[in-house]
């Protein structure tokens, strides 16, 4: 039998656990406490830093803390989301790792008493042109996303990829889910004295055992980490929602909690200690597949199972429904109130331990100090050259065929995100996803009396921009994700991100979560939009050392009602209009790093009032029903997103780049600055009057640059006297290099 192993626990650590029992623990005690005391599942490192982080807001319910956060959308309507990921398992095994990233946050979801509705998904891997091995890793990690999500009937709306260099070897899976629950359905977590502990779904095995640990230290790539990756299976996984789901409704359940992360040990020691009971186990019950130690059975983390407690007077009712779906089930226990968990094995006690005592790691004091690659980027930023005006189209065409910002149809079309019905703009179609979500119904779109709300979601990032300058670069990530939700037409109500970083131990990757953390609670206060839940991820690194930093932020946006949802195209004749003002800031630019190979410190940087001005006025104008189409400006600056709103269209235009509101010196600087707050949206000429008023009430930049034409086959860019020329055909084949690189079926 594997040994039990204590690699996450320091010298330091260990002697703290003696002085809290007051004596030497043995070794059940020792797994328990070394999976719970994991970076992966305490969060020891980052617990001070997140409490900065704004989390109450006029939707929000349930904040922080729980499995997932919890917004009220009116009408006894609740909305769960939450965000996962699974990166050092996907990077042994891409298939399986990333099939149990989505089963594992849609647990999360499920233990609110939610039914999960949607997922979304933002990836990370190395240069797929020249790397087989990235090519290998991002074809079974979406294979194994699409075939799970597809599996049990909850579609995938949304996402993003982004592919560099830092990523060689590795790869970030990260998966979002939100749920729905009628208000008076919600399942908190609550418990009483002789209360029984149910564990339901799969047999217990040893695969997973050290899975927390496992993600809790740097990524070596070696044969003997696939013991830590668990194995999916998504048919349980359909089985357990229906059966949770079933006893959520009949109310016989009083509390769900996933068994993810450090499997038993971090399940009980959390679900005791947020009750402030504690609990008598017997691990004898538990259904398993082969003969195993405490230990082991205490730490797997063997996949699809739930864990539940049950009145003893709702334990036939509970058996019931588990029977029906042929789920298997033990009842483990009871709740105490003596705050200990006390765990039996072979007739004999093998742990007795306060539940406090394991669930709360001690905080780790690190230091943060500035990398001196930052200061290095300033001193030695120089310009390219400037490119000639004849190069200038197929610098634009390279960018079209830049994977990070290339069409990810070859992903999405792999998903199905149809199913469930309630998906009203669909992968591909727009900035944003959008749903649709029946009032008063958790199990079906249709609503008695024909109401519904719509919320949009949407996920970004960008590595590069957080490199060179982590606290700008992470606040416009936010600003991102905000912007791409109001493209639809939606107020950004929520978010919850996920902080993925190398080893917190590294003094320099420490000061850079740090920066991270604090543009995103500076971006959230200032626009008022709460964290409601998240993930921290350190050790995600290599031998060849970490990945740049990658925050994400998931945004979760509100729609007044169906008929304010954008989901059009740019029409023959409409006008081209930017909102917004480019600026000279070109670091961590995809023209600079992905055709000059240049690092630059000028990362773009949000300017929060003008982002909120500017983010309101297309609000505003989308919901006069003034607009044809809305489209951010972010990846490439706005020769590519002019090109996209072109292709996504299907019809040529005329841009006069003189008209663009700028600062900039240079036309490459005009054409592919990433600054943020930009929009471009097309409008009919007869409405150009009505939004200039509109826009009148909003200190923003704006100006007509264009028109759309469906005479032409290509798109005309014209500046001081000179033209730039793309065709349609060549724009459209650029833009679909991912597919080419992948073998188009995948």
Known sequence: MPKVSTMSLTDEEIRYLRDAIAREPNSVELSMVSAEWSEHCSYKSSKPYLKIF???????????????????????????????????PSAVEPYGGAATGIGGVIRDILSMGSRPIALLNALRFGDIRHDNHARWLFKNVVRGIADYGNCIGVPTVAGEVEFDDSFTNYCLVDVACIGIARRDRLVMLKGDADDLIVVAGNRT????????????????????????????????????????????EKGCVKAIKDLGGG?????????????????????????????????????????????????????????AIMDKYEIPYSVLGRLTDDGYLSIYHDGKQVARIKASIVANAPIARRNAVKPPYIEEIAANSRKP????????????????????IASKEWVYRQYDHEVGLRTVV???????????????????????????????????????????????????????????????????????????????????????????????????????IPCVGGKVSFYNETRQGAIKPTPLVCVVGLVGDGSMVMKGHA????????????????????????????????????DLEYDKHARDAVLALVRSGLLTSVHDCSKGGLAVAIAEMCIASGIGARVELSNVPHTCTRLDDLLFSESHSRFLVSLRRDYLDAVN???????????????????????????????ISISMDSMLDAYSSIARLMGHGG
């Open 263 to 319: 499997g038993l040990a971090c399940c009980l020691s959390e679900t005791a200690d947020r009750l402030g009971k504690g609990m008598l186990v017997m691990l004898d019950a538990l259904h398993v597949r082969e003969s195993m130690s405490a230990e082991e059975m205490m730490i797997s983390e063997s996949q699809e199972r739930m864990l539940y407690i049950v009145e003893p007077s709702r334990l036939e009712e509970f058996k």
């Open 205 to 248: 095995g040893r695969d997973g055992i050290h899975g927390a640990s496992f993600a809790s230290r740097a990524f070596e790539g070696e044969e003997e980490d696939r013991s830590a990756v668990q194995i999916p299976d998504p048919f349980m996984g359909k089985l357990l929602i229906d059966a949770t789901m079933e006893c959520v």
């Open 426 to 528: 669909k992968p591909g179609y727009a900035d944003a996803s959008v749903l649709r979500i029946g009032l008063r119904h958790d199990r079906d779109d249709e609503d008695a009396d024909g109401k519904y709300r719509y919320i949009a979601v949407k996920v970004d990032g960008n590595s590069k921009h957080c490199y060179i300058d982590p606290y700008n670069g992470s606040m416009g990530c936010f600003s991102e994700a905000c912007r791409n939700v109001a493209c639809v037409g939606a107020e950004p109500i929520a978010m919850v991100d996920h902080l993925q970083f190398g080893s917190p131990e590294d003094e320099h990757v420490f000061w850079t979560f740090i920066e991270s953390v604090r543009g995103l609670a500076d971006y959230g206060r200032y626009m008022k």
């Open 693 to 723: 008023r509109v826009l009148a009430d909003y200190p923003v930049h704006k100006a007509v640059i264009g028109a759309f034409n469906s005479d032409s086959d290509s798109l005309l860019l014209e500046y001081k006297g000179s033209s």
């Open 571 to 606: 029409g023959d004749g409409d006008m081209l209009m930017i909102i917004g003002l480019t600026k000279d800031e070109m670091g961590g630019s995809e023209y600079y790093e992905y055709i000059h190979s240049t690092l630059s410190a000028d990362v773009p940087k949000v």
């Open 385 to 404: 050259e400037m490119p000639e005006y004849e190069d200038v189209a197929e610098i634009i065409l390279e960018l079209l065929a830049d994977p990070s």
């Open 54 to 88: 704004s989390t109450e807001g006029r939707y929000v319910l349930v904040g922080p803390g729980y499995d997932a956060g919890v917004l009220d959308i009116g009408d006894g309507m609740l909305l769960t989301v939450h965000i996962e990921s699974h990166n050092h």
